[in-house]
């Protein structure tokens, strides 16, 4: 299975005074099916639908659908970066809108900062899943998706293609009970896809994240 994120900059940003004090939150289009994402990537209908109605019975109802900041490297939600917490995940033909309150936490505070600052940030869905290419040849997202977030990040409109492909070129596995990467062979894939102003750049990371899983091997 594949980690699978997708950016979205289609939201609004809303304050409002609550007590007296001012509380943030954004909201808008979070993810989109049936259409072809700047990625290249489609998710079908029946499967982002059916899994945000799943997402939504077992976290946003519960007020543990909580996501990040920035485009954490793995599926699992890391408490210390926590910056927000999602309202609500509503489904509207083939999008899904949705509304989520900025914490105060120490990663909270800093989105605050950034919304106070006139910071433009959207939203990137984070999930595991396989890819499958249709008749079309288009990579269409197959029905074991299964959302894991949906982070902040900070100016979407222009992203980082090599840590995208960093971050999607692992693929995940179940070993003793522990979601972990399994690096796949080869990051020379990754650095070619790398843009050649970020070549260097990417070779150092993929090289620190080799560095980095050996010593985790060990």
Do not use: C
Request: a negative charge.
């Amino acid at each position: 299975m594949l980690l699978i994120t997708e950016v979205n900059d289609n939201v609004n940003l809303v304050t409002e005074e609550v007590n007296g004090e001012k509380q943030y939150h954004i909201d808008g289009i979070f993810m989109q099916a049936e259409q072809k994402n700047r990625n290249g990537r489609v998710y079908p209908s029946k499967v982002l639908m059916n899994e945000v109605k799943k997402y939504n019975n077992d976290y946003v109802k519960s007020k543990r659908a909580m996501g990040e900041l920035g485009h954490p490297d793995g599926p699992q939600l890391n408490l210390e970066r926590v910056s927000h917490l999602i309202k609500e995940l509503r489904i509207d033909g083939n999008d899904v809108y949705g509304k989520a309150k900025i914490l105060d936490t120490p990663y909270g505070k800093i989105v605050k900062n950034l919304i106070s600052e006139g910071v433009k940030i959207g939203v990137s869905s984070r999930g595991m899943g396989s890819l499958k290419q249709n008749s079309s040849g288009v990579n269409e997202v197959q029905d074991d998706f299964s959302l894991s977030a949906v982070d902040i990040v900070a100016d979407p409109s222009a992203p980082d293609a090599f840590v995208e492909g960093i971050m999607e070129g692992k693929e995940w596995v179940w070993e003793n009970g522990i979601l972990t990467a399994r690096r796949i062979e080869s990051y020379k894939k990754h650095i070619e896809r790398a843009p050649k102003t970020d070549l260097e750049e990417a070779k150092l990371y993929a090289f620190a994240d080799f560095l980095s899983n050996l010593i985790k091997d060990k």
